[in-house]
């Protein structure tokens, strides 16, 4: 049980918790199959497609559990958040419902419907250069300056207990089906998703295993795991997939990542375009880079995953500017 959120990790009653506290506020996404898909990797696909959760990713999970648990006296001074547009607008949305305010700290080169997204929910803005600035350092200005909570991306247990709901929800819905699951796969960035669902599976199935994905470049949970310690990006690295840029996991989750032998792999921007492609296709789903991530890494290691038995993918958002969106449908 969850009494630190920033030492404690996340058990299975944390995640329960969760979805009790976002009921009402948070969609409860269906599973979706496609034949095509189960055709390309060679096993049955089952898909949760969080693009249709509240503000467009899975995001707004974790915020709404961590903010709604902020006593109001406390929330009322305002809430901060550094994030490239998911966390951001999932902080946003939940500041604007609970009547809190709140200043997001997001890098000038994220998707402009990120930004305006975010904007449009109330909050106030302040764009930062990746590479010449600390979105950290920024975040802790506003918080000396206004008295305000900050909300983290990833490395707080109530926030990856949020993100977690999402495999509880599938795996209630495969255990209706009578669906036992081999591999659970999705985006890894900082990793509290991954964090969170590893952790519900770990109780919910056993005998399943988490897999993380990111985009090439972008690998280092990839590296982490085989070193056993925290590895970093190298800085100025470019990818398409703007919400996977953390530069290292962070340290709660890769401490959940290893208790539950998480793995992870990597797609580069071509396969998160065919990714992306693939899902419209067959399931008429608008996917953001990231969000196709999980897909990517499946299509990429198809016989590996295929060998293990059905899968499921969470596909973590989509909230995808038209340009880069009508480019990735070329890979159709």
């Known amino acids: ?19 009790r506290r976002l009921k009402g506020v948070c969609v409860r996404t269906p599973l979706l199959r496609s034949d095509e898909l189960d055709a ?23 915020a709404w559990n961590r903010v709604s648990r902020i006593p109001e006296d406390v929330r009322s001074r305002g809430l901060v958040a550094y994030s490239s547009g998911n966390h951001a607008q999932g902080v946003a949305e939940s500041a604007r419902l609970l009547g809190a305010p709140a200043w997001i700290v997001m890098p000038e080169d994220s998707p402009r419907a990120k930004i305006e997204s975010t904007a449009a929910r109330g909050a106030h803005i302040r764009l930062y250069d990746r590479i010449r600035e600390s979105r950290e350092a920024i975040a802790d200005e506003i918080l000396h300056e206004t008295g305000a909570t900050l909300i983290r991306p990833f490395d707080d247990a109530w926030v990856m207990a949020g993100q977690g709901t999402a495999a ?3 795996c209630s819905d495969l255990n209706e089906a009578g669906v036992s699951v081999a591999s659970l796969v999705c985006s890894a960035s900082g990793g509290g998703l991954l964090a969170g669902c590893a952790s519900a ?14 985009p090439s470049g972008h690998d280092d949970l990839v590296r982490s795991l085989s070193s ?5 990006n190298a800085p100025g690295v470019r990818s398409i997939a703007d919400a996977l840029m953390a530069p290292s996991p ?6 959940a990542h290893q208790r539950h032998s998480v793995g992870a792999f990597s797609a580069d921007d071509g396969d998160l375009k065919a990714a992306m492609s693939i899902v419209f296709r067959t399931l008429r789903l608008v996917c953001e880079p990231g969000g196709a991530a999980s897909l ?15 899968t499921l993918v969470i596909l973590s958002g989509g909230n995808v500017d038209p340009a880069t969106f009508a480019d990735a449908l070329q890979f159709g």
């Open 201 to 214: 599976l770990a109780e919910l199935a056993p005998a399943a295993r988490a897999f993380g994905a990111e």
């Open 250 to 255: 962070g340290i709660l989750t890769f401490q």
């Open 1 to 19: 049980m969850i009494v630190d959120p920033l030492r404690d990790l996340p058990e299975l009653e944390d995640v329960e918790d969760a979805a």
């Open 296 to 310: 990517a890494v499946i299509m990429r290691n198809a016989r590996f995953f295929a060998d293990r038995g059905e």
């Open 228 to 232: 056993g310690r925290r590895e970093t």
């Open 168 to 170: 509880l929800e599938a």
């Open 40 to 62: 390309a990797i060679g096993a049955r696909v089952w898909i949760k497609p969080e693009m249709l959760q509240r503000t467009g990713s899975f995001k707004m999970r974790g």
